[in-house]
């Protein structure tokens, strides 16, 4: 599950329309940001509740982080409110944020550091039950002494990891865990995959995309050249990932068990076309309106995924990944 700010309510819909199938069975999931709070909330619901219980508590984490922000100075415009637009474009905060994100650091402008969203987490996911749940996580955070991913696994999970996965670098500071300096997972891993397939049965993965991955027109503009470079820097991780374990299924070692593994993995991907017309600001609006907006659409992809390649589950892959890289 990629990493998107409150694009990642998206996942929340795909996900509620998921939990709805009960022949569905989670083994693992990988998140990065967004995906990986995402994944920590249905978990601790899952372990209160089965499927209903994991549905109601995404459902209570995206109203709390919509609820703490209703005094956010990120706000619509009320030009764009007319319009129907979810984009903070031609917010004035928003813009001389962005402006001020490239003169000042996080270090400057929040002393404190402190970030709204752990007390949310800390409220909202049981931690302790993390660490012996039958479904397995990984979450990716970037060192920044490196640039490498580290992925955590559930006995290491912590509000502290989960924000360090978040961390994007010019509105937070650096997230410390055991002495080491963490940033957003999507630098290194949007989601990192190979875990799932190391670690895991399964022979099905699932990709919820929330990034664009292609755009059909050329940006022009300063903010749309900024907008469409987090994509690509956000999508690369997960693209490599993607061409190596095409490469690999076609040079594995049969004979092994893991080669086996590699060779016979399963990929789909869940994303929507609606995705494409929001803009980078709109990462940050935690409106319910939009995050309800955006949860109605993952729902609508979901269901479409279903009725399209529910049958393929458990048989053929449905994201072609040789024609995905064809002539790369």
């Not at 209570?60 to 903070?88: C, M």
């Not at 990984?138 to 961390?167: H, K």
């Not at 929330?210 to 755009?215: G, L, Y």
């Not at 049958?311 to 449905?318: E, F, I, M, N």
Request: charged share 20%; glycine share 8%.
């Amino acid at each position: 599950m990629q990493g998107g700010g409150s694009h990642g309510a998206f996942t929340w819909g795909v996900l509620d329309r998921l939990l709805e199938e009960s022949w569905m069975q989670i083994e693992g999931i990988s998140g990065t940001s967004a995906g990986a709070m995402n994944a920590a909330v249905l978990v601790t619901g899952y372990l209160r509740n089965g499927p209903p219980g994991a549905r109601a508590a995404l459902e209570a984490f995206w109203r709390r982080v919509s609820d703490d922000a209703r005094f956010s100075p990120f706000r619509r415009s009320p030009i764009d409110v007319l319009l129907g637009r979810w984009t903070l474009d031609h917010s004035p905060l928003f813009l001389a944020l962005d402006l001020a994100a490239r003169v000042f650091s996080p270090y400057d402008m929040h002393p404190a550091g402190v970030n709204p969203l752990y007390r949310i987490l800390a409220d909202t996911v049981d931690f302790a039950q993390l660490r012996n749940a039958p479904i397995k996580l990984f979450i990716t955070a970037t060192r920044v002494r490196t640039g490498q991913g580290r992925v955590f696994r559930n006995a290491e999970l912590t509000p502290d990891v989960l924000l360090a996965s978040a961390c994007l670098p010019t509105l937070f500071k650096a997230v410390e865990i055991d002495g080491e300096s963490y940033w957003d997972g999507g630098y290194a891993g949007n989601p990192t995959i190979t875990p799932l397939i190391r670690e895991c049965k399964s022979n099905d993965t699932l990709l919820v995309q929330v990034n664009p991955v292609e755009r059909a027109e050329t940006p022009r503009s300063a903010r749309d050249i900024i907008s469409r470079l987090n994509e690509v820097a956000f999508n690369a991780p997960l693209l490599k990932e993607l061409r190596m374990i095409s490469l690999l299924r076609q040079a594995a070692d049969a004979g092994s068990d893991e080669g086996r593994h590699w060779a016979t993995m399963r990929i789909h991907r869940i994303s929507s076309p609606a995705m494409t017309a929001l803009g980078y600001s709109s990462k940050l609006n935690a409106e319910w309106a939009f995050l309800t907006m955006l949860r109605d659409e993952g729902r609508r992809a979901a269901d479409e995924f279903l009725r399209q390649h529910g049958d393929a589950l458990g048989v053929r892959s449905t994201l072609d990944l040789n024609q995905m890289f064809d002539g790369v």
